[in-house]
Nanobody, 124 residues
């Protein structure tokens, strides 16, 4: 059974930083990609960053240069380091996993498994 548990959300002022974590278990790591999505009130869920088994990454244009995705295979944990946060980054952030080999997609339809989400609030 696939299980994804996010943590690390919180409230921060604009310009600040947060690191999200996602503890993952129950899937074949070598054939899956894993990523971060977010959903703000009244908006569609959007892909933020993703990483495949070989470490290839994808980023949304809105977060390039500010966010970094990484994973610790020994701990089966995914991270999202978020720097220079802006009020428009405020959203519920989800961890998701899906079967994929290659440059990971940011299309939520490619992801089968989802965590419960962790809230990030950035104040101006």
């Amino acid at each position: 059974q696939v299980r994804l548990v996010e943590s690390g959300g919180g409230s921060v002022q604009a310009g600040g930083s947060l690191r999200l974590s996602c503890a993952a278990s129950g899937y074949t790591y070598s054939t899956y990609c894993i990523g971060w999505f977010r959903q703000a009130p009244g908006k569609e869920r959007e892909g933020v960053a993703a990483i495949d088994a070989d470490g290839r990454t994808s980023y949304a244009d809105s977060v390039k240069g500010r966010f970094t995705i990484s994973k610790d295979n020994a701990k089966n944990t995914l991270y999202l380091q978020m720097n220079s946060l802006k009020p428009e980054d405020t959203a519920l952030y989800y961890c998701a996993a899906g079967p994929w080999v290659g440059t990971p997609p940011l299309d939520r339809r490619q992801y089968n498994y989802w965590g419960q989400g962790t809230q990030v609030t950035v104040s101006s």
